[in-house]
């Protein structure tokens, strides 16, 4: 290949052309609609290629990848199959690779056969992996192998830390003997047995399991202690557990139990037969339905409001439906006590899902009650619309919106209920209804 700016008869010599492609970094771009899992797998991308560099791109967020995206940007795609929207990572990866060159592909899944495999490589994926078999060696080799040995050399690669060894051991150690699990509910068995993984994020696994007492269903959210790089996430989960085992109220989900061990965490929580209302969203609500949903989330909201507890992280996906159809939210793992005098992040900070997340959360101030009023805005928004009120092609650039931009409207039909949207997703705190009895009163003259 000719030096650029040179004489075309001059050419660089091989061990100079190995030598400039190993100083361009490999740049892989992550699909995924979950931020916590796109997170973890750039943390184990960088434990073994250090040289890498990783863009985090959410379909949910984000929407779909144009005609004019530029895949020539990316050595390597890692796309999620169960994407959302009506499609999967399979379509877009034909759609994708109909339109022109892209890059090298590995089909991430959190369920699948040798079927789905099989047909992930005939359709152009050149790897296929279930997440729960995800660990740092593995999908680190998968890159390489992805892209040839030959890319890379002893200072882009490095030995996988050992996934057995438990760091801040003593730190953990105290935390566990300082939590003790209380006894399970209604005197049951604590011993499960799993059916199949039905999530993952960064630090955690849940599970659909039995219980072995009676043999009902639940959920368990497992966390490996042994994989754990930040004491905060052991003490997160604590609370987590801590947060719902004292919550009872039919608008919340129900905790069973929980155990802390020095090699693994669970909590025990009631399953939700019916899904979660981003799948009800996806597939469309009237407005009869809608504002049920947004009363009976006012409802959750109200009871731990009044326990002293800010959820944080409310959205679609964490409101979840029993087989009776009632409504519950979900999800506590970074709720927090009105009352706590510590929070377990650096201040400053962001918590939360960009789409839903207050301006005061965006801009990493103290947060009340009047947070996850904001967050219910945007879902009476979505569920009305059928969009989001917001969108951008970054995180950043979504959270200025929320901090900034004008409200927008509802499609005509439904305009009459603009000043209830614009209540709930006033920029400021005290703007908003103060509480979620407020809402609830709302509704009712409604």
Known sequence: MPIRGASPAV??????????????????????????YMAMLRRMLADTL??????????DQQGKPGAGFDWSAYDIVLLDHQIGGGETGLDWLVEFRGRGPFPPTILMTASGDDYLAARAIK?????????????????????????????????TVREAPSEREAPHLLVLQKLIAAHPPPAAVGGQSSGYRFVRLIGQGASSRVYLAE???????????????????????????????????HLHNPYVVRFFDYGLTETYGYIAM?????????????????????LNYLRH?????????????????????????????????????IARRLD???????????????????????????????ADLYSTGVILFEMLAARKPFRAESAAALVFQHVHAEIPALPAPRRAFQPLVERLL????????QSARELIALLEAL
């Open 270 to 290: 009631e399953f939700f037969a019916r899904g979660d209302l981003k799948q009800r969203i996806e597939r469309g609500a009237d407005v009869d339905d809608a």
């Open 211 to 245: 219980r072995i007492g009676d043999g009902s269903s639940l959920v368990l959210k497992v966390i490996d202690i042994t994989d754990v790089q930040d004491v905060q996430v052991v003490e997160r989960f604590i609370r987590e557990a801590e947060i719902v085992s």
């Open 50 to 59: 250090p040289r890498i560099e990783v863009t985090e791109y959410d379909p």
């Open 11 to 36: 050419a660089a010599s091989p061990v100079e052309s190995a030598g400039k492609r190993r100083e361009r970094p490999v740049r892989a771009i992550i699909i995924d609609d979950s931020r916590e």
């Open 426 to 433: 006033a920029k400021r705190p005290r703007d908003r209804c």
């Open 123 to 155: 359709l152009g994926a050149c790897d296929y992996i279930r997440k729960r078999d995800v660990t740092t060696a593995r999908i680190g080799a998968m890159v390489i192998a992805a892209l040839g040995a030959e890319r890379f050399d002893e200072t």
């Open 297 to 333: 989330i006012a409802y959750g909201l109200d009871a731990i409001h009044r326990a002293g507890i800010v959820h944080r992280d409310l959205k679609p996906g964490n409101i979840m439906f029993r087989g009776d159809d009632s409504l519950a939210l979900a999800d506590f793992g």
């Open 340 to 370: 706590q005098s510590s929070e377990l992040t650096n201040h400053g900070s962001v918590l939360g899902t960009p789409n839903y997340l207050s301006p005061e959360q965006a801009l990493g101030e103290p947060v009340d009650a009047r």
